[in-house]
Each structure stands twice: as structure tokens, then as C-alpha cells.
């Protein structure tokens, strides 16, 4: 049995070991899991053979979890953050991580990493929000994006449990609390799922760019004020 902590309690659809559940939990908040999609993988092969490309870059878990079993032994990862890092297992892999668990600083490390460019497999899901591919456009270094996942709802969907708030972090997720988080506060990470919030008739209260700093920020801001005790 997990005992309250008498803090306000966010959804999410994180487990409990995830960086973006730290974060909710520095802001002041108590995380609650609520795993209202799912992924499943596409099946598509590598759109490049192994021999042709000088490494790997990993966006989530879910896409290392993907590709894992495929991997040829010594292949270089540059992976988003640590949890991508565990989701590969202990493989015979180079694994490089950036100084920060985002997309940027992922693009950072690829071009010190190979300073000449190259071209590189991109293991992404199928909403990726597409940094990446933007960065590399017309430069020396060449992405070749491989949707290896999709996120789909979840079968049977879970029951929203008693909450102060929901945070969506797609589209997906917006288009299905909307419907379910009644008077609850409402935080969408990136601007589309905001969007997708607003067209299922519930607009987010607030939003924040994709980035685990900000999202904590936003969260602060909007703790709920506690009631003073009558003296």
C-alpha cells in the first residue's frame, strides 16, 4: 500500500522510476501513474544496413527496447538519457549519454562526437516531435529516422484516480483525459498536446516546452494554495 503524503497529486504516464516523475516530485507534487496509452512496436526495418552507419541515436526506452535484440555487438548509442541507457541491458554496446537528458543536448553530443558528420540511424516513435530531424536538415550530418513505436490507448483505459491534476505529454493523452479530468487541473507538455487539449473542448491550464526544468517550473507555479486554519 503506497501512503499518501498529504501533497497535492499529479496523473502522469510514467512509471515510478522515470526523471519526469522526479521532477513532479521536486515541484511539490505527488506523482500518481496512470498509464493511459501504450506502446506498440511498428515492425519496420532499419531504413539503413548496420554497415552504413556510424552509430545510433535514441530518443526513449521504448525505442532501445525496440531495437535492443537487433543491435550488432560494439555498435556506438548516443542515447536521450539514462533510462535509454538501462532499457538497452547489459549488451557489449558504446553507450554515450549527453550532459541532459534532451534532444538538444543530444544533437550536441552527435556533432562532438563525430565532428566530420556522417550518417546515423534516429530510433524515434511515431509522434517524435521531430528536433532532431530539423537540426540535421542540410547539414553533414545525416539522420535516418527509423519509427520503431507507436503509441496507441490503452485496453481496457484505466480509471482517472482521485487527483488534484493531469499532466498529458502527447497529443493521445490530451484527447483522452480531456474527456475524464472533469474540474482537475490540466498540464500538457508541448504545444501540440496543448492543441490537442483545446480541440477536445478541455484547454490545458497551463503548458511548457518539453524539457524536464521546465516542466517543474510549471508545476510549481501552480501548486494549490492550501487552506489557513481558522484560529
Do not use: I, Y
Not at 21 to 31: I, K, L, M, Q, T
Not at 81 to 91: C, I, N, Q, S, V
Not at 108 to 130: I, K, N, Y
Not at 217 to 223: D, G
Amino acid at each position: 500500500m503506497t501512503l499518501s503524503t498529504g501533497l497535492p497529486r499529479l496523473a502522469l504516464a510514467r512509471p515510478a522510476r522515470h526523471p519526469l516523475v522526479d521532477a513532479v516530485r521536486r515541484a511539490g507534487w505527488e506523482p500518481v501513474s496512470c498509464l493511459f496509452t501504450q506502446a506498440e512496436p511498428t515492425g519496420f526495418p532499419a531504413p539503413r544496413p548496420w554497415s552504413e552507419v556510424a552509430a545510433v541515436l535514441m530518443l526513449s526506452p521504448t525505442g532501445a527496447r525496440v531495437v535492443a535484440p537487433a543491435l550488432p555487438p560494439g555498435t556506438r548509442c548516443l542515447v536521450q538519457g539514462p533510462g535509454t541507457a538501462e532499457a538497452l541491458g547489459h549488451r557489449d554496446l558504446a553507450v554515450l549519454l549527453p550532459a541532459e537528458a534532451r534532444a538538444e543536448a543530444l544533437w550536441a553530443l552527435l556533432q562532438a562526437t563525430f565532428p566530420e558528420g556522417g550518417d546515423f540511424l534516429l530510433v524515434r516513435g511515431e509522434r517524435s516531435r521531430g528536433f532532431l530531424e530539423a537540426a540535421a536538415q542540410g547539414t553533414a550530418w545525416r539522420l535516418h529516422p527509423w519509427t520503431t513505436h507507436r503509441e496507441a490507448a490503452a485496453a481496457p483505459l484505466p480509471v482517472l484516480p482521485a487527483v488534484e491534476a493531469v499532466l498529458a505529454l502527447s497529443p493521445l493523452q490530451a484527447e483522452l483525459l480531456a474527456p475524464v479530468a472533469g474540474a482537475t487541473l490540466r498540464f500538457a507538455w508541448g504545444r501540440g498536446t496543448a492543441e490537442a487539449f483545446a480541440r477536445a473542448g478541455a484547454p490545458a491550464h497551463a503548458t511548457c516546452d518539453p524539457n524536464p526544468g521546465l516542466l517543474e517550473a510549471m508545476l510549481t507555479s501552480h501548486l494549490p494554495k492550501k487552506e489557513e486554519s481558522p484560529c
